[in-house]
């Protein structure tokens, strides 16, 4: 495809080209089936294959061990700020959460409407240019979990390592950076993550659960809000988004023919590397916003001098075919987000930009 755009979204975002390819050669008929997948019920053969496949794929790419559950559920990762308190806080108890950024900031708010909460650690202070360092962590040992969003897709910060919790359970939204890079999901009770910047387009969302937390929650909490629910009937309780399910399946065979989470680290890594060495090389031009230790593979974000050279380089990036550089309303600046799909070639165009800029206005 000759015109495909240089595409910096920050989600949904960039899917690899090959997957929308077969996607729109399966569309009209699947399988020899005589419909489309989205034509046909979710309980049958055709769909339970591809549905069990994205599951078995998932727990193949992120070494998911025994005794987890992974589910499929619907209204994205904001509504994972609800369910984990709904489910995971018991009235009397408090969960501690790591307050990071945005994203963060969103799971603490949605978490005090049904319980106690505290901040285990914050970089508030430092407008959330960095992730704070394991030792900073402060909570009590009698804490319902410690939540933490592995990646601040807004800020632009990644966690390096993961805290070892002990009997605390541990909680990661890592709905910016899942499978970016190898993890120890055994450390976590539960992982979450809306599809649509590293799994797929819009509208799943993955919940890596350790069966032991998988509980009878209060009785006012709803049916569909119930992760018992989902649990007992492999996600298939209601209608899954069998469009989605069947795109994230296609993306993980992708991932999984471009070497796995290992394979997504090392192109992830060259990938950053040539954007923040644009940045570091520039004499003080481009700013990295994130401080160095806590930069994210995912989403590279920086200022420029002042806001008018920043509207100069959307304005001109845009006219060169590059999409998505603004930042986020809430920190302005710019960002590129670089998930998984995003091809080297994209980011080593941007790079070229980015010193062509530099030359022109410096
Ligand atoms: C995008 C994002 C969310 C929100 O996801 P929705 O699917 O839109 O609800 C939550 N957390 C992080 C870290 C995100 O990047």
């Known amino acids: 495809m000759a015109n495909r755009a240089y595409n910096f979204n920050a989600g949904p975002a960039a899917l690899p080209l090959e997957v929308l390819q077969k996607a729109q050669e399966q569309f009209v008929e699947f399988d020899n089936s005589g419909m489309s997948l989205m034509e046909m019920s979710h309980r049958g053969a055709i769909y339970e294959k591809v549905h069990f496949e994205a599951e078995a794929l998932l727990r ?11 589910l499929f559920i619907q209204g994205g990762a904001s509504t994972q700020f609800a369910m984990i308190p709904m489910n995971l806080l018991p009235k009397g108890s408090t969960a501690a959460y790591v307050a990071t950024g945005s994203w963060a900031t969103k799971a603490i708010q949605e978490a005090k409407l049904f319980g106690e909460t505290s901040i285990a650690a914050s970089s508030e202070a430092d407008s959330y240019k960095r992730i704070p360092s394991i030792v900073e962590l402060a909570y009590s040992p009698d804490v319902a979990y410690l939540h933490i969003t592995s990646n601040e897709t807004i800020e632009g910060t990644q966690w390096s390592e993961f805290p070892d919790t002990g009997e ?13 890079r190898p993890i120890d999901v055994s450390k976590f009770g539960v992982i979450y993550a809306g599809a649509q910047k590293n799994l797929g387009p819009s509208g799943v969302t993955i919940v890596i659960i350790r069966e032991d937390l998988i509980v009878k929650p209060a009785a006012s909490v709803p049916t569909m809000m119930r992760y018992d629910t989902h649990a007992k009937a492999d996600s298939l309780y209601n209608t899954p988004p069998t469009f989605a399910i069947y795109m994230m399946n296609e993306v993980l065979k992708w991932v999984k023919a471009n070497g796995g989470a290992a394979g997504m680290e090392a192109r992830n890594r060259e990938k950053a590397g040539f954007i923040y060495d644009v940045i570091d090389n520039s004499n003080g031009f481009y700013r990295g916003f994130a401080e160095k230790d806590s930069r994210s593979l995912m989403n590279v974000t920086f200022t420029l001098a002042n806001e008018e050279l920043e509207k100069q380089f959307v304005k001109e990036s845009e006219a060169q075919g590059f999409v998505g550089l603004k930042g986020h309303r809430s920190v302005g600046g710019l960002r590129a987000s670089i998930y998984n799909a995003v091809p080297p070639e994209s980011v080593r165009a941007l790079a070229s930009f980015m010193k062509e800029f530099h030359s022109r206005n410096a």
């Open 60 to 70: 193949e790419l992120l070494a998911i061990p025994d005794g987890y559950k992974v």
């Open 168 to 180: 605390v359970t541990l909680i990661g939204d890592m709905s910016s950076d899942i499978l970016c």
